[in-house]
């Protein structure tokens, strides 16, 4: 099982650039911005974000799968470097003049009329990150991973430190010393958008850092190759566009559904604020798709390989399962990375979880129609989770709020993850250890129902009871994969 090492320590490195940064974000931002933000300012940080996730996707048009798949087909991986570099740098400064143009107008548009600033610091993140899209993908197909981690950290540093700053520190200041020179750059009435300066300057700091590795070699465009890159990166924007209009589209109907309208920003605080206490199988799901789509494509050519995506999945998910465990389980404790004035929402973490599991469940689906050069397919598969989170979330919001988001998010990834499954069974057959993943899912499952019904009032009892129940399912994996962990060895 050489292959599952391999991709296990490539996953841990590829968790220095992804889980610690995240991780920081998520230790230091999720309970900072919880606390100094009320619950209608934070639904702002949490609408605006999901419209640059989806944003952002349109920007980079699938370029890095793309990029991928066309350094294993073409000798000239510099040719491809240069020709996907140029086309997203000639993309992101269109979108970039588009935003500084038209600002007041988009920020009518989604009910921002006094703060159409917002709109230009997105504008000039998402374009940025865009461009920078591609050096950081060579890095990853290079496997010079530690750069990749340092850049990425340094990045989230920037972003916390400036938060922290601006929302801290000089409020602290201004009550004792209004004419402090500390605070040339403050005003009180910027507020929230403090945290998109932050990270617009992250950005910058990021693009100034890639600069050495942007220009290292020299940049070649070839105008033919770049057609064949877009024919098969189209399909997978549009796959990309509709996955993540599937993870990001509760929190924007939120807001237009829910019928009290003075409400509904707190009611998107609070279903965002408790969806970020899904991250950690958010950031595994992150680290595991930056290592595995660059050893996935290089597996291809192996006489094995769908041996190897086989057992790949069956881990993914046994991993999947221990974060659901361990994040609901101890939830006594998660709970306190949100203010305590959030926590009417908890009741949709366990949901949000496994929609979670099964987004990561169709990443490793997904190969068979990029393998296959069928990403046609990709785009059906994920309308599908699109027509279900769109019924879900318009027909229940009004009535159920934000459960209405989350059940919608699990049957929209259940949706994609079951058409994806039986579309690779007739077009590129992988037999997955079903019995083992169905078993396992089933399980982890029935230890969550058994600590939910008992209620068990003393804190540490209920802690040591549901520690029991984690290291249950632990042991019972180790006892049935044992032989795959010492042929690892």
Known sequence: MNHLKQLAGQTAIYGLGTIVPRLMNYLLMTPFYTRVFQKGEYGVVTELYA????????????????????????????????????????????????????????????????????????????????????????????????????????????????????????????????????????????????????????????????????????????????????????????????????????????????????????????????????????????????????????????ENSKEIYADVMKFFVIFGLLIFLGVTLYIDFTKYFIGEEYWEGLKVVPIILFAKLFFGITINLSIWYKLTDKTRYGALINLSGTVVVVLINVLLIPVFGYMASAWGQFASYFTVMTFSFFLMRKHFRIDYDLKSIFGYTLFAVVLFFISNSLSIPELLYRTLFNTALLLIFVGVVFYREKAVFVKAD
């Open 51 to 302: 419209y640059a996730a989806l944003l952002m996707v349109l920007l980079t048009y699938g370029m890095e799968t793309t990029f991928f798949r066309y350094s294993e087909k073409e000798k000239d991986k510099t040719k491809v470097y240069g020709t996907s570099m140029i086309t997203l740098l000639a993309t992101s400064f269109i979108f970039i003049i588009v935003i500084l143009l038209f600002s007041h107008q988009l920020a009518d548009l989604i009910r921002y009329p006094s703060h159409h600033e917002y709109i230009i610091y997105f504008g000039l993140i998402i374009g940025l990150d865009a461009f920078t899209s591609i050096p950081f993908a060579r890095l990853r197909q290079q496997n010079k991973a530690f750069r990749f981690a340092i850049i990425k950290i340094i990045n989230v540093s920037v972003q916390i430190g400036l938060n922290l700053y601006f929302l801290w520190v000089c409020p602290e200041i201004a009550k004792s010393n209004p004419d402090s020179p500390l605070l040339a750059f403050y005003s009180p009435d910027i507020g929230v958008g403090y945290a998109f300066i932050s990270n617009l300057a992250a950005s910058i700091v990021t693009l100034l850092l890639l600069i050495p590795d942007i220009f290292k070699i020299k940049i070649r465009f070839d105008k033919a190759l770049l057609k064949q890159m877009l024919n098969y990166s189209f399909p997978i924007l549009i796959v990309g566009l509709l996955g993540m209009f599937n993870d990001v589209s509760d929190k924007l109907f939120l807001k237009y559904l829910w019928p009290d309208k003075n409400e509904a920003m707190k009611i998107v605080g609070v279903y965002g604020a408790n969806f970020k206490l899904a991250v950690l199988l958010t950031i595994f799901t992150q680290m595991f798709r930056y290592a595995a789509e660059p050893f996935f494509f290089a597996k291809a050519k192996e």
